[in-house]
């Protein structure tokens, strides 16, 4: 009995050893980092935090949630520091003092010592090797293979991305952690999930890593709080771990007293229960016994939207989307909400087709067709094309409002599967558009039957007729209906169209836009694929957004549709349509800190000149409070801070540009980043200002240095001419 009070009294003090430690720790990055600046454009991921040992760091922003983009734990005698972006501490993350700052404590923490005398990097990442050279009094090392771990000398810290690995590697880190060693990671879990498409419950390397320590990463984005900036925890009272979500939430169905809170359980456990692997024993089970029970399926809407105070309700969605979503080729039964959005047709009619697919088009090719709810169809392909990579969508919106307050419909609709087998078949409980997905660079062509199916809607121009669309198509009976072109294609409700006369001045206003995009920007006027817009009920950042499909909102879908409207240019909203595509046409290697919301407006004011015929200064750039703001900044000294931070001064300085040198001056400089070698390519965020002014001072043949050099932060060097093998 004595060797066991011993036992249990030497756990207590080791826990409360550990506790100050953590304390001590946040402490110390909040008063000397205070958090973290993303720089280059950079979106982080989340670092959820479970519960104990692992404890978070710095904050940001899901909607109004606070989630974790910086966490910490401990691993047998070892210490793991990780980060939901790179860029926090690549070569211009580390110009941040604020981020310096972080990296000295955390290297000092994970080694245990005030100056770690060895720091090692991944081979790998070899950006990591300026930011080690933040400790000055340390020797600095490579590492070209994971084997050396077992060779290092402790103590030791080692930088490294677990995702740039295998699974099968994570042993020998975990290995390293545990006898003692320290380890700064980074992971961009989003970025992981849109590249691979993988599991994260079974396939990510950092969660493979870091779950049993009680770190996870997810499919989700993270927002400042302030600016670029992300805050250090501190001692939050708001529950930022699975553990503290779980403990304010047990024994509740509503959390209706604290809005806050609810709000972090809500998020908190939702993205738990779609990231822990199925056989989790210490949280998971917990979280089902929220939901559990023989229970109607949640349904929202937008007359009766489900709120983060319905916690039950939020979850037992959840788990129904997160089971489909992991087993989409199951016939799955229909789900009420699904005649919320994307609808369900009232009629019966059902067809099977065969659909001509140009493999040359890469992206999504429709097929006229809207699978039903929990209808099952099939997809059959010639023998061979199973290879090919193609895949089966149903579903147009990518709109995922998981992190959302209030869901007005379900939060995952759509869903992807591979076609790696002559017939598959499926069915989904939300229903959708289907389209036929192929890869980049492929050739040739075939034909793919799918069905049975509700037809929908749809007008191909160069195939389709008024006469045919007016007297057939446009009657169809399937709830969405898309119209297309080779430059756009639009995805809307069937009812917006059923009145439609004829789909051609639509799409022939939107192929000029497209042109006038291709122009600017100096890509073919010949896509490689069309650009799409999709209609949906509630989307998931913002009041419209840029991306394939570009969404927008239904309020909104009315002027989308008005070919009359948007050349007369007389809606606010024409503006946002132009902005939005104008995203699509931007160059990252040309859009540097700050320039992002700016320099995609030049889009926006040449459409809206040639388009609606108002020039730029017709348009809300020809507001007097813009020029007073402009010139007062100059008067202050040109702060280049505030010129990032306000959308709309920034533009000045480029519209003066434009009003002095036309626009074929921006488009001349955007054709030659079209064909750079990748050693000419800007390798941060001041070179790309620095080519800015070298390019364009060449381009119109004046010395525009001055100006550019505006656009610099303080201890920055000028910018000059280029020198001796820099571009000319």
Not at 551 to 562: C, E, F, G, R, W
Request: glycine share 8%.
């Amino acid at each position: 009995m004595r060797k066991i009070n011993m036992v249990v009294a030497c756990m207590l003090c080791a826990g409360l050893v550990w506790a100050q430690d953590v304390a001590s720790f946040q402490q110390e990055i909040a008063e000397k980092a205070k958090g973290l600046e993303i720089v280059g454009g950079g979106i982080p991921g989340v670092i959820l935090v479970a519960g104990e040992p692992a404890f978070p760091l710095v904050w940001g922003r899901i909607g109004n949630a606070r989630v974790p983009v910086a966490a910490a734990t401990r691993m047998g005698n070892g210490r793991v520091v990780a980060l939901s972006h790179q860029l926090f501490v690549l070569e211009e993350g580390m110009k941040k003092p604020s981020n310096a700052a972080f990296v000295r404590s955390a290297l000092k923490w994970l080694a245990g010592a005030e100056r770690p005398k060895t720091l090692y990097y991944d081979a790998r990442m070899r950006g990591y090797r300026d930011t080690l050279a933040q400790c000055k009094d340390s020797q600095i090392e490579a590492i070209n293979s994971l084997d050396q771990l077992q060779d290092i000398v402790l103590p030791a810290v080692v930088l490294l991305s677990p995702e740039s690995h295998s699974l099968k590697d994570m042993p020998k880190v975990r290995a390293f952690i545990e006898r003692g060693g320290g380890v700064l990671c980074s992971v961009v879990g989003w970025g992981w999930y849109q590249i691979n498409q993988k599991s994260f419950k079974t396939e990510s390397a950092f969660n493979a890593l870091l779950g049993p320590a009680g770190l996870y990463t997810g499919d989700y984005s993270a927002s400042p709080v302030e600016g670029k900036f992300f805050k250090a925890v501190g001692r939050s009272a708001l529950p930022m771990s699975c553990a503290e979500a779980l403990q304010l939430a047990q024994g509740t169905g509503t959390l209706k007293s604290n809005v806050h809170s609810a709000r972090q359980a809500s998020f908190l456990l939702s993205a738990f229960w779609q990231i822990l692997p199925d056989d989790e024993r210490r949280y998971r089970p917990q979280i089902a016994d929220m939901f559990g029970g023989d229970r109607p399926l949640p349904v929202p809407s937008p007359e009766h939207p489900i709120g983060v105070e319905r916690l039950r309700d939020r979850l037992a969605l959840t788990a129904f989307q997160d089971d489909w979503q992991r087993e989409p080729t199951k016939v799955w039964p229909a789900h009420p909400a699904a005649k919320t959005y994307p609808g369900v047709p009232e009629s019966k009619q059902r067809e099977t087709r065969t659909v001509a697919v140009d493999l040359s088009v890469p992206r999504w090719h429709g097929t006229g067709l809207f699978a039903v709810a929990g209808e099952p169809l099939t997809v059959t392909l010639p023998q061979g094309m199973e290879k090919a990579g193609l895949r089966l969508r149903i579903g147009t919106t990518t709109c995922r409002v998981t992190a959302h307050e209030k869901w007005s419909r379900a939060p995952v609709v759509d869903v992807e599967v591979p076609l790696n087998k002559t017939e598959t078949r499926l069915s989904s409980p939300f229903g959708g558009m289907v389209y036929v997905v192929v890869p980049d660079g492929k050739k040739g062509a075939t034909q793919v039957k799918i069905g049975p199916a509700c037809p929908a809607p749809w007008f191909v121009k160069g195939r389709d007729t008024a006469a045919s669309w007016r007297e057939t198509l446009r009657n169809l009976p399937a709830p969405m209906a898309e119209i297309e072109s080779d430059k756009v294609v639009f995805t809307v409700p069937s009812s917006l169209i059923r009145k439609m006369e004829d789909p051609l001045p639509l799409l022939g206003v939107w192929s000029e836009i497209m042109d006038l995009d291709a122009w600017l920007t100096a890509i073919p006027a010949k896509r490689n694929s069309p650009e799409r817009f999709c209609i949906d009920k509630q989307l998931c950042a913002g009041f419209m957004h840029a991306g394939y499909p570009l969404m927008i909102p239904t309020v909104s879908a009315h002027l989308l549709l008005d070919a009359q409207t948007i050349r007369e240019g007389k809606a606010e909203n024409v503006w946002g349509f132009f902005h939005e595509m104008g995203h699509n046409h931007q160059n990252y290697d040309w859009t540097f800190d700050g320039t992002v919301e700016v320099t995609v407006n030049l889009f926006t004011l040449y459409c809206m000149e040639k388009i609606c015929g108002f020039k730029p200064r017709q348009t809300r750039m020809g507001s007097p409070s813009i020029k007073r703001e402009y010139e007062a900044w100059l008067t202050a000294g040109h702060p280049f801070d505030q010129w990032k931070s306000e959308p709309f001064l920034a533009l000045e300085f480029f519209l003066r540009l434009q009003e002095r040198y036309g626009w074929e001056a921006f488009r001349k400089m955007f054709a030659e980043y079209r064909t750079l070698p990748k050693s000419e390519r800007p390798k941060n965020d001041y070179e790309k200002r620095k080519q800015w002014a070298q390019r364009f001072s060449r381009i119109v043949g004046e010395d525009l240095y001055e100006q550019f050099n505006m656009l610099r932060n303080p201890d920055e060097p000028p910018f000059t001419p280029p020198q001796d093998g820099e571009q000319k």
